[in-house]
């Protein structure tokens, strides 16, 4: 910690480590560099599992210089949206209470997990005058009404609606994590003025290339002599692999080409009921994997995939793609032609791209990776690695997004947008 007096930093967030959620990774990192820059950085996030409401974490600890706070009540697993609603409004009530008497506060970020979170920002910030940031992960309700979860005129929805407004009038600064979300959130409010427009970064302390040879991950699983199409991370109903799965039953006679999905969220059914239903030779599925080996399972993979649901453009950002590519893999785009991967994927020969539904391209896609050697391979995904390089490190877009946090967008140093 540096010796200036900077003031508390309050970070609202239902997820935070060692929750493996890549929110909350991405949050620590935030957290800690204000930490370095001479901040008092203070975390409320949830007691209990995002995923895994069965496990607890310390009531209190301090990683980082950063100063853990962990709510009771504030999460009862995602099992059911009335599950989900029901812990974050308990965690945003619980947050606004607390935050109204936390001593010589001056910045909050808050962010959209849980989506009413901002309710405690706008609370806090009316009666402490504190400057706010707010980091959209991603949107809601726009994604419950893209899924057919919710009604547009539901009164949820429209409540969700005027919160988002309200924080986007309110907030100093607003972070968007790509082009196509900054479209969406100015069409609620113009806040073009005071927006940056960053991806998150890959977990670069985490996250280094391993090759096959020296990877326990290939050889505790069986992977030694296979090409593997890896899925990694979140899977939302959202953004469905049934495409490639349909694709995947018809390589079979490919006896060495593998598929792994490993991760979690509610999307991740659709294989798991796959698997035990039909049980396919080529087909696995996997929990997600400790942070400290989680270069292992992502260089275990000889190509990544990465959906990116039609209806969700801009309402969810496909984080996973940074670490794919940071471990030197190629990506495969299960998306529509316009959004933030096929704009990665634009004029550089790192990966390939199937539409939804396209069950036929996906299969020839699938053979020709098959048929891609390895020396190509591994030529496509140091391309991936050199874009990360260039373009999304972490010493840079954390540095970039906690310039913003701390002086907002007109004081701060905005070296480069990003497409």
């Known amino acids: 910690m540096t010796d200036k007096d900077t003031g508390t930093l309050l970070i609202t967030s239902q997820v935070y ?20 820059r001479g901040y008092r950085v203070i975390v409320y996030t ?11 974490f310390p009531r209190r600890e301090i990683v980082d210089g950063v100063e853990i706070r962990r709510i009771r009540l504030s999460s009862f697993g995602k099992a059911t949206i009335i599950r ?8 945003t009530l619980q947050c606004a209470i607390r935050g109204l008497f936390v001593p010589r506060l001056s910045h909050m970020l808050v962010s959209t997990s849980p989506p009413m979170c901002p309710l405690a920002a706008i609370v806090i910030a009316a009666f402490r005058s504190v400057a706010v940031t707010y980091w959209v992960m991603d949107l809601n ?92 991370g979140n899977l939302s109903p959202a953004s469905p692999v049934t495409t490639i799965l349909e694709a995947a039953r018809r390589v079979e006679d490919l006896e060495d080409l593998v598929f792994m999905f490993i991760g979690g969220g509610l999307g991740k059914a659709e294989v798991d009921q796959l698997i035990t239903n039909q049980n396919p030779p080529n087909i696995r599925s996997l929990p997600y994997q400790p942070l400290e080996t989680l270069r292992f399972s992502l260089s275990a993979a000889d190509v990544h995939l990465v959906s990116v649901g039609e209806d969700i453009v801009g309402i969810c950002h496909p984080c996973k793609v940074y670490g794919s590519m940071a471990v030197s ?79 907002g967008i007109s004081s701060a140093t905005i070296e480069r947008t990003f497409d």
Not at 17 to 35: C, F, L, N, R, Y
Not at 46 to 56: H, K, L, N
Not at 84 to 91: A, P
């Open 17 to 36: 480590p060692p929750d493996p959620t890549s929110v909350g990774q991405h949050i620590h990192d935030v957290a800690k560099e204000m930490v370095q």
């Open 329 to 407: 893999r190629p990506i495969l785009l299960l998306g529509p032609n316009q959004c933030h991967v096929s704009d990665i994927l634009a004029n550089r020969d790192i990966g390939w791209s199937v539409n939804y539904g396209e069950v036929d391209k996906a299969e020839s896609v699938l053979r020709e990776i098959h048929a891609t050697s390895s020396d190509q391979l591994h030529t496509m995904g140091s391309a991936a690695r050199r874009t990360v390089d260039e373009q999304f490190t972490k010493e840079h877009l954390c540095g970039q997004f906690c310039n913003v946090l701390e002086h």
């Open 141 to 232: 309700p726009d994604q419950m009404v893209a899924m057919g979860k919710l009604s547009p005129t539901s009164p949820f929805v429209k409540i969700l609606d005027w919160l988002n407004r309200m924080i986007l009038k309110r907030a100093r600064a607003v972070v968007a994590l790509d082009r196509f979300m900054a479209d969406l959130l100015n069409k609620k409010v113009d806040t073009s003025h005071k927006m940056l427009v960053a991806p998150p970064w890959p977990h670069e302390d985490h996250v280094e290339p391993v090759a096959h040879t020296e990877n326990p991950f290939r050889k505790e699983h069986g992977l030694s002599d296979k090409k593997v199409i890896m899925y990694s």
């Open 46 to 56: 949830s007691r209990r599992g995002y995923e895994d409401a069965s496990v607890v």
């Open 84 to 91: 989900r609603v029901m812990g974050g409004l308990s965690f």
